[in-house]
């Protein structure tokens, strides 16, 4: 399953359509899936281990400028309108910036078709082709994370904000945005993906495609007889679809797919990969629909699993891949660590002055850790100077101890100063030995 099954009426519609545009065709692909269960979400549901919920496809195309985006958008409506045509005119919508407005616009979709013959509709494709755009104002909403967890489950969703409160009790909302990997990043955070909201919404990096030699070159025709017939079936009546017995063993191996990949990605990625199990049943769901079938059999399943663990391949490379993995927190040195690197500093002695301020304690707590030694320094007027040592390193082996030991060892040695004066007599006259002064007196080496 390392590349994807373009599986289906759709899949085949992609494969005629593709060479013909320069885009990836997995773009193409995830349109026009996104469309299709925009357009039967309202009455066809998913069912597993008895709990039925709409087949939604969220979905989003991540690309550079020129990776085609728009392009996949535009040919996938030309795939998708010879059947759903009339679905995509009327309950298209962009532009939805808080959760007021999206159960605004559904509330009054709803008034405006409850008293027409096919009967209320709650379903609505919302296409942002500048989603970063949105994202940069949904940020002040903190309501609209909220309804679209709620929207994307088909629970209800209500806007409490207006005067006459609405409500939508069993939404049909699909999305489907681009957005560039830089934007995602920044918009499409860690912390966002782990709250649930947008980690229903699967990423799809478009790989790039060669230029066509024809820019004249138009779209093929489509008949769209097949899934006009399956949107007919999937909207006639509420159609419930779940697996076939043959699709169960596999149906097993990826759920412990999705949990095995979880645990073994940083938390940044893994919150993509936990909802592997559910996007894979959803998007089989749709393509049954598509063959107008109420079973997913194992071929269908393979088919939406190889979509859904592209797009989770996708998610982990566009957060980064491996290089996105938590670093591991820098180890903060101890007390004791702070105040030997300090005192060897400074040569293997140092003040309270050159020492505390920068360790961050107090005389007590330098003092009480092991190793260290305090002495006091008694040379200089006033009181004496508190000086720190390492208590391994004794006295005489010290740098303060050597030096004073060598000071020691060689007295000072102080020349006469008539002996550098010039002799009064015009004959040469040797210059006399330097004599050596006893070191008793300390003030005549100043001289």
Not at 133 to 145: C, K
């Amino acid at each position: 399953m390392n590349t994807i099954t373009m599986y289906g009426p759709m899949g085949w519609a992609v494969e005629k359509v593709g060479p013909y545009v320069e885009c990836d065709p997995v773009g193409i692909y995830v349109a026009a899936l996104s469309m299709w269960s925009a357009a039967i979400g309202q009455t066809v549901k998913v069912s597993s281990r008895g709990n039925a919920r709409p087949a939604l496809v969220w979905s989003a195309l991540v690309g550079g400028t020129g990776k085609g985006k728009g392009t996949a958008l535009r040919a996938a409506q030309h795939i998708m309108k010879p059947s759903i045509g009339r679905f995509l005119e009327v309950n298209t919508t962009s532009g939805i910036t808080s959760g007021a407005s999206l159960v605004n616009y559904l509330a009054e979709q709803v008034e405006a078709t409850e008293e027409t013959e096919a009967g209320r509709d709650v379903r609505a494709l919302v296409v942002e082709e500048e989603w970063s755009e949105v994202l940069r104002r949904v940020r002040r909403d903190t309501s609209f994370t909220a309804k679209l967890r709620s929207a994307w489950d088909g629970a209800p969703i209500r806007n409490t904000t207006k005067d006459s409160a609405q409500a939508v009790d069993d939404p049909a909302v699909v999305f489907h945005a681009h957005i560039t990997p830089s934007d995602w990043a920044k918009y499409v955070g860690a912390t966002e993906a782990a709250g649930g909201s947008y980690n229903r919404i699967m990423p799809f990096a478009l790989a790039s495609v060669p230029m066509l030699d024809d820019d004249g070159a138009t779209l093929p025709k489509l008949s769209g007889w097949h899934l006009s017939q399956a949107y007919h079936w999937a909207t006639n009546g509420k159609r419930v679809i779940s697996l076939g017995e043959d699709a169960r063993p596999l149906w097993k191996t990826i759920r412990r797919y999705a949990r095995i990949i979880a645990e073994s990605l940083p938390e940044a990625q893994s919150v993509y990969v936990e909802r592997t199990a559910e996007q894979t049943i959803r998007v089989a769901a749709c393509l049954a629909a598509s063959e107008q079938s109420e079973t997913i059999d194992r071929a269908c399943l393979a088919a939406a699993f190889s979509l859904v663990r592209y797009s989770v391949r996708c998610a982990v490379s566009i957060t980064g891949g491996t290089a996105g993995a938590t670093k591991p927190a820098r180890r903060v040195p101890t007390l004791a660590e702070k105040v030997r690197a300090r005192i060897e500093m400074h040569g293997g002695m140092a003040k309270s002055s050159e020492l505390l301020p920068y360790v961050g304690a107090s005389a007590d707590e330098v003092k009480s850790l092991p190793g260290v030694k305090v002495t006091f320094d008694r040379s200089g007027l006033g009181r004496p100077a508190t000086v720190y040592t390492l208590a391994e390193e004794e006295a005489d082996d010290s740098p303060h101890s050597r030096r004073n030991a060598q000071r020691d060892e060689r007295p000072a040695t102080v020349v006469r100063i008539d002996t550098r004066r010039p002799a009064k007599t015009t004959a040469p006259v040797p210059a006399p030995r330097p004599e050596r002064i006893a070191a008793g007196n300390p003030f005549l080496a100043l001289l």
